[in-house]
């Protein structure tokens, strides 16, 4: 048997055993993945892990009010503009504006379009009165030629509960009457959407108009709105690394070595980010890798027991890891939904007993040898990279 991610049972989109929350324990020694000894006659072809539970949020939030399969209504609609900054956002480079789909007063904190200083007399009274069990906020920033572009009317707010998402269109209003200086100017509205019952939109969709006249339309949900260098660590160390070992090779003839990553992302993939530290380690010592949501809205992803970790050799990327077993390792059935600024934590002490406590069924053959290193979340097929010295 090929002992490869093919071969191994992985997560299907929301399985049972769904996790939601705002705290995951993601400890990488909590509860061991099923070895169930059956191969998967579900498993596909699944090269690369992905899940497919991006953009859902896995609660038992039916679009209902009555248990019929009625979709709750929206009652009222409530706009305020925020004061336009002018300094440049990180969206002006390849787009026209940026859309945010909030339904957690704390997500507001995180958002690269409200800074902490703007919120006090604007944001803060319209989230005391907004109730998140049956509101939503939407944010959407824009750019203008003036600083007399100073808001987004927003108009033809509707919910289309078949793809559970807010439409809207949005348009970067001039407020003058002539005069105004040539300044870039970067105006931003909070919209409260109410609705008769309680909603859990997954995405909103904004067709918007800026200061100069050109229009696109721009999804909430793919869009990153949390800025990456908050996290702690780095992707890679830089050059190439100082020790490249011989390739692994065990002397047990039972022993079948989980197969490497066929390709990565490194640091970023989709609404995700990764990040490790230190970026270099003793054999013995622990690395720390984080992994967060970058977006306004709640991301699924599968475990945090389905990743690789890999030492770099003469033949290439390799996993350390492997198994006796006769029918392999299986992982638990299951997706876990991260909030926005959240994710997966995982300490990772770098000895051969600690590495093969990881993952119950899994062992270390030959041993961790100096190299470097590389840790993949094979859903995602996320990366980062570290060095272990001599």
Same mark, same amino acid.
């Given at each position: @048997?090929?002992?490869?991610?093919?071969?191994?049972?992985?997560?299907?989109?929301?399985?049972?055993?769904?996790?939601?929350?705002?705290c995951l324990d993601a400890s990488p020694t909590g509860s061991s993945p099923d070895d169930d000894?059956?191969?998967?006659?579900?498993?596909?072809?699944?090269?690369? %892990?992905?899940?497919?539970?991006?953009?859902? !949020?896995?609660? !038992? #939030?039916?679009?209902?009010?009555?248990?019929?399969?009625?979709?709750?209504?929206?009652?009222?609609?409530? /706009?305020?503009?925020?004061?336009?900054?002018?300094?440049?956002?990180?969206?002006?480079?390849?787009?026209?504006?940026?859309?945010?789909?909030?339904?957690?007063?704390?997500?507001?904190?995180?958002?690269?379009?409200?800074?902490?200083?703007? /919120?006090?007399?604007?944001?803060?009274?319209?989230?005391?009165?907004? #109730?998140?069990? /049956?509101? =939503?906020?939407?944010?959407?920033?824009?750019?203008?030629?003036? @600083?007399?572009?100073?808001?987004?009317?927003?108009?033809?707010?509707?919910?289309?509960?078949?793809?559970?998402?807010?439409?809207?269109?949005?348009?970067?209003?001039?407020?003058?009457?002539?005069?105004?200086?040539?300044?870039?100017? +970067?105006?931003?509205?909070?919209?409260?959407?109410?609705? #008769?019952?309680? @909603?859990?939109?997954?995405?909103? $969709?904004?067709?918007?108009?800026?200061?100069?006249? &050109?229009?696109?339309?721009?999804?909430?949900?793919?869009?990153?709105?949390?800025?990456?260098?908050?996290?702690?660590?780095? $992707?890679?160390?830089? %050059?190439?690394?100082?020790?490249?070992?011989?390739?692994?090779?065990?002397?047990? #003839?039972?022993?079948?070595?989980?197969?490497?990553?066929?390709?990565?992302? *490194?640091?970023?993939? !989709?609404?995700?980010? @990764?990040?490790?530290?230190?970026?270099?380690?003793?054999?013995?010592?622990?690395?720390?890798?984080?992994?967060?949501?970058?977006?306004?809205?709640?991301?699924? /992803?599968?475990?945090?027991?389905?990743?690789?970790?890999?030492?770099?050799?003469?033949?290439? *990327?390799?996993? =350390?890891?492997? +198994?006796?077993?006769?029918?392999?390792?299986g992982y638990t059935d299951e997706g876990i939904i991260h909030p926005p600024g959240e994710g997966?934590? *995982?300490?990772? &002490?770098?000895?051969?007993?600690?590495?093969?406590?990881?993952?119950?069924?899994?062992?270390?053959?030959?041993?961790?040898?100096?190299?470097? +290193?590389?840790? =993949? +979340?094979?859903?995602?097929?996320?990366?980062?990279?570290?060095?272990?010295?001599?």
């Open positions: @048997m090929d002992p490869s991610r093919r071969t191994i049972l992985r997560s299907s989109a929301l399985g049972v055993g769904l996790a939601v929350g705002g000894g059956e191969d998967d006659p579900n498993d596909g072809d699944g090269a690369n %892990g992905t899940d497919s539970t991006n953009g859902t !949020d896995g609660t !038992d #939030d039916s679009n209902t009010n009555d248990g019929t399969g009625s979709s709750p209504e929206i009652t009222t609609v409530e /706009t305020i503009d925020l004061e336009p900054r002018t300094d440049e956002p990180p969206w002006a480079s390849d787009g026209i504006g940026t859309v945010a789909l909030i339904t957690d007063a704390d997500v507001l904190e995180r958002l690269d379009a409200v800074p902490t200083n703007r /919120t006090a007399e604007t944001v803060d009274p319209f989230l005391e009165e907004t #109730d998140f069990e /049956t509101e =939503v906020l939407v944010l959407v920033e824009s750019g203008g030629p003036t @600083m007399c572009h100073d808001s987004i009317e927003v108009d033809d707010v509707t919910f289309d509960a078949q793809e559970s998402a807010i439409t809207a269109t949005a348009t970067v209003v001039d407020s003058s009457e002539g005069g105004c200086g040539e300044a870039l100017a +970067y105006p931003a509205s909070l919209t409260r959407v109410s609705f #008769d019952d309680r @909603m859990r939109p997954h995405d909103a $969709v904004v067709t918007l108009t800026d200061g100069w006249g &050109e229009t696109e339309t721009v999804e909430a949900a793919h869009e990153r709105v949390i800025d990456p260098s908050g996290l702690e660590g780095g $992707v890679e160390p830089d %050059g190439d690394p100082a020790t490249i070992p011989e390739p692994l090779e065990c002397s047990d #003839d039972d022993f079948k070595r989980l197969s490497s990553a066929e390709s990565v992302h *490194w640091g970023d993939a !989709d609404a995700f980010a @990764m990040r490790v530290d230190p970026l270099e380690v003793a054999h013995g010592e622990s690395v720390s890798i984080t992994m967060a949501n970058l977006t306004s809205v709640k991301q699924g /992803t599968g475990n945090d027991r389905k990743f690789s970790l890999e030492v770099r050799t003469e033949a290439g *990327w390799q996993e =350390v890891r492997g +198994y006796r077993a006769e029918h392999g390792i997966f934590d *995982w300490e990772i &002490e770098l000895s051969e007993a600690a590495v093969e406590d990881l993952y119950s069924g899994l062992e270390v053959c030959p041993g961790l040898p100096a190299g470097r +290193y590389r840790f =993949v +979340y094979w859903p995602l097929d996320l990366a980062v990279a570290f060095d272990v010295l001599e």
